[in-house]
C-alpha cells in the first residue's frame, strides 16, 4: 500500500515498506545541523540510565535525503549515532537513519512527531509523506514530522542475512509433506542469519528501538515525543510509553497489536479475520462473474480458489517465469485483502492464475508479478531479514514442530487458506532466545488507538487489548470496515476529524469513539 502491512512487506525505494508501496528537495541552508540539549526528565530507570549523555548530546547534521520525493518535499535527513547495545553505551555503535519535514508554524510548534509504519521490518524514512495528507494545515504545520529507519532496516545498518527467499513468512501447505518442507526451511533460515550476522543480530529489537527513538528525542532537543504509527509501529509506540512515559507526549496507534499476543499469537489471530475476508472478497467477485469469470456465487469462488492451493500442492502454477506452489498461493491473496479497494486486482489476479493453471499462455499483472518477484528473487536491498530480527529478537517462538502441526490441524476445518500461514512455524521456531524478556505494557500514558472491525492483520480484538492495557487510552473503532491502517491510508472523515483534533489540541475524547463508512 502506500498503505502499511504488518507483514508480508516489499519495498518501493525509501517509502513506506508494505504490501502495496505500506510501510520513501529543497536547498539545506548553510550549516544546517544543530546541537541537542540532552533535556533530561524524571522518568523510569530506562530514562535514568548512565552513559548515554554523549548520544543525546550529539550534534545532527542534516543534509538531502538523496531521495526524489523526500526532497521534492523540502525533507532533511540525518543519521543518528546509537549504542548497539545499551546495556554497554559505551561499546560499538550503529546509526539509524531519519528525515525531517520542519514545522512552518513556528510560533504554535508543539514539537516533534516520530512515527512508524509497521512490519516489524518497514523502512519509515517516507511515511510521513503519506500521514501528512490526512493532517489538517493547522496539524502539520505545528510538528517537526519525523520518518525514521528503525535499528536493523533500510539505512539504519540493515540486516541482510543473505536469504535465497524474500520473507520466512508463507503458508505450511495443506499436508504433513508440505509442513515438514516449511519446517526445514524456516530452520535453513535462522541459521543463515546465526551465521551470517552472528550475535550482533540479537539487538535488532523492540525494545532497543524504543530506546533509540529517545536518544533521537534527546539529540533534537525535545524534552517529549508526540508519536504516529500503523500496525507493527503500535507495538514499538506501546512499548516506548512503557520505558519512557513522562516523555511521551500524544500519541496515536493505528491498527493495534494486543502487546500480551505480540508474537506467534499475534500470528494466529490474523487466521479468522483473513478467512472472513476471502468470503468478502469472494461475494464481491461473484456479483462481477461476467468480467472475472470465477463463479457466480461467493462459496463458488472461494472452491475455486482452493482448488487453486490443492491443485499447487500437485504441481507449482507456472506463471511469467515464477512457480505458485502451495505455500505461496495463500499469499499472494493474504496481501490485497488487507484492503477492499483492492478486491479487483485480487480478482485479476486470480483469473490470471487459473487460466496459467489450464495451461495457458498468460503473464502476471504488474502488482502480481511485484509480490512474486519480492517472495521469490530476492535482492540485498529487498531480502526481509530485518523483519525476523526483530520478530524472533522481541519474543521466543514455541520450537517444537509439533506444536505448530497440533494447532494446524485444529483449525484445519474453519481456516482452509490461512490456517497453515498463522498457525505455523517461521524462522523464529529456530532462533538464538532473546536477550530481553518482552515489555509489559500496562501503563496509564493518554494515547488514541484506531482500529477497524475488519482489519486482517492486526484483528479487532488486539485492538481493544491495548486500549484495556493502556488505561490512559481512548479506542475509535471504524465499523464494518475491511482494512488494515487507516489515518493516511483509508479516507474517512470522523477518524481524520478525530485523529487531527487530538494533534491539534491534545484532548482525547471523552468516551470510545464509533466511525463508520464515509
Not at 505500506?22 to 539545506?28: E, N, R, S
Not at 533500510?154 to 508440505?178: E, F, K, N, Q
Not at 552472528?198 to 532497543?208: F, M
Not at 536477550?435 to 482489519?455: F, K, M, R, S
Request: glycine share 10%; charged share 25%.
Amino acid at each position: 500500500m502506500a498503505t502499511v502491512a504488518m507483514v508480508f512487506t516489499r519495498r518501493k525505494s525509501l517509502r513506506v515498506k508494505g504490501l502495496r508501496q505500506i510501510a520513501l528537495g529543497a536547498t539545506l541552508a548553510a550549516g544546517a545541523g544543530i546541537a541537542g540539549t540532552g533535556i533530561a526528565v524524571a522518568d523510569t530507570a530506562e530514562a535514568r540510565q548512565p552513559g548515554l549523555d554523549r548520544y543525546h548530546h550529539q550534534r545532527v547534521d542534516w543534509k538531502a535525503c538523496g531521495d526524489k520525493d523526500l526532497d521534492a518535499a523540502g525533507a532533511q535527513c540525518a543519521d543518528v549515532t546509537v549504542p548497539l547495545d545499551y546495556s554497554r553505551p559505551g561499546g560499538r555503535t550503529i546509526t539509524v537513519a531519519i528525515s525531517r519535514l520542519k514545522a512552518t508554524d513556528t510560533r504554535n510548534r508543539r514539537g516533534i512527531m516520530l512515527s512508524n509504519p509497521g512490519g516489524p521490518g518497514g523502512s519509515g524514512l517516507g511515511m510521513m509523506l503519506d500521514v501528512r495528507k490526512a493532517m489538517t494545515a493547522d496539524v502539520a504545520s505545528r510538528y517537526d514530522l519525523i520518518g525514521m529507519d528503525p535499528r536493523g532496516i533500510g539505512r539504519s545498518t540493515p540486516v541482510d542475512c543473505g536469504w535465497p527467499v524474500g520473507t520466512m513468512l508463507r503458508s505450511s501447505g495443506i499436508d504433513r509433506a508440505g509442513f515438514d518442507r516449511t519446517v526445514r526451511l524456516e530452520a535453513d533460515l535462522a541459521k543463515r542469519c546465526a551465521a551470517t550476522e552472528g550475535p550482533d543480530i540479537r539487538q535488532i529489537t523492540t525494545r532497543n528501538t524504543a530506546r533509540d527513538m529517545d536518544v533521537v528525542r534527546g539529540a533534537l532537543g525535545e524534552r517529549k515525543i508526540s508519536y504516529f504509527g500503523w500496525s507493527y509501529g503500535t507495538y514499538l509506540g506501546a512499548v516506548y510509553s512503557q520505558l519512557f512515559p513522562q516523555r511521551s507526549d500524544r500519541i496515536v496507534l493505528d491498527s493495534a497489536v494486543d502487546p500480551q499476543r505480540y508474537g506467534v499469537g499475534m500470528f494466529q489471530a490474523m487466521g479468522k479475520p483473513n478467512e472472513a475476508a476471502l468470503d468478502d472478497w469472494a461475494q464481491w467477485t461473484a456479483a462481477r462473474d461476467a468480467e472475472y469469470h470465477l463463479g457466480k456465487t461467493g462459496p463458488q469462488v472461494r472452491e475455486l480458489f482452493e482448488g487453486l492451493i490443492r491443485g499447487a500442492a500437485k504441481s507449482p502454477i507456472h506463471l511469467g517465469g515464477y512457480q505458485v506452489d502451495e505455500h505461496l498461493l495463500p499469499m499472494l491473496a493474504f496481501s490485497p485483502l488487507a484492503d477492499p479497494r483492492r478486491n479487483g486486482e485480487l480478482a485479476t489476479s486470480v483469473r490470471r492464475l487459473a487460466d496459467a493453471a489450464a495451461g495457458k499462455p498468460v503473464e502476471p499483472t504488474p502488482e502480481l508479478e511485484s509480490d512474486l518477484r519480492f517472495v521469490t528473487k530476492p535482492t540485498p536491498e529487498t531480502q526481509n531479514s530485518g523483519q525476523a530480527a526483530v520478530l524472533c529478537g522481541d519474543v521466543a517462538a514455541p520450537r517444537d514442530p509439533e506444536w505448530y502441526w497440533r494447532n494446524i490441524q485444529r483449525h484445519r476445518a474453519t481456516q482452509p487458506v490461512f490456517g497453515g500461514f498463522a498457525n505455523g512455524p517461521s524462522a523464529c521456531a529456530s532462533w538464538a532466545r532473546p536477550i530481553e524478556p518482552p515489555t509489559d505494557v500496562h501503563n496509564a500514558v493518554p494515547a488514541l488507538i484506531v482500529q477497524a472491525t475488519g482489519d486482517t492483520r492486526t484483528a479487532y480484538d488486539e485492538g481493544v487489548a491495548l486500549h484495556k492495557a493502556m488505561t490512559g487510552s481512548r479506542l475509535v473503532t471504524l465499523q464494518d470496515v475491511r482494512v488494515h491502517a487507516v489515518f493516511g491510508n483509508y479516507p474517512n472523515t470522523c477518524v481524520e476529524n478525530t485523529v487531527n483534533a487530538y494533534f491539534r489540541d491534545g484532548a482525547l475524547p471523552r468516551t470510545d469513539t464509533t466511525c463508520r463508512e464515509n
